[in-house]
Nanobody, 121 residues
Framework: QVQLVESGGGVAQAGCSLRLSCAAS????????LAWYRQAPGKQRELVAS???????NYATSVEGRFTISRDNAKNTVYLEMNSLKPEDTAVYYC???????????????WGKGTLVTVSS
């Protein structure tokens, strides 16, 4: 069974920082592409940041320079360090994995249940 469990969300003031974590199980973590998405009230889910198995990353323009995605393959965990938070960063943040469950199995997409980040002005 695949599980992606996010933690670290909460309420923060504008300008402050939060660190999200996503602990994964049931997937071959080192070969997975991992990502963070977010969905604000009334808006579509959008990609925030992604990191490949080789360590290449991609950021949404709106968070570039403020957010940092990283991974720890030994802990099967992906992180999102969020600095200089803005009220418009308020959203539910979801962990996403494009991963295999078995060495020669198909790649599939998996989602966590999300963690709420609220940034007050």
């Amino acid at each position: 069974q695949v599980q992606l469990v996010e933690s670290g969300g909460g309420v923060a003031q504008a300008g402050c920082s939060l660190r999200l974590s996503c602990a994964a199980s049931g997937i071959i973590f080192p070969t997975s592409t991992l990502a963070w998405y977010r969905q604000a009230p009334g808006k579509q889910r959008e990609l925030v940041a992604s990191i490949t198995s080789g360590g290449s990353f991609n950021y949404a323009t709106s968070v570039e320079g403020r957010f940092t995605i990283s991974r720890d393959n030994a802990k099967n965990t992906v992180y999102l360090e969020m600095n200089s938070l803005k009220p418009e960063d308020t959203a539910v943040y979801y962990c996403n994995a494009d991963a295999r469950r078995q060495l020669f199995g198909p790649r599939m997409e998996y989602w966590g249940k999300g963690t709420l980040v609220t940034v007050s002005s």
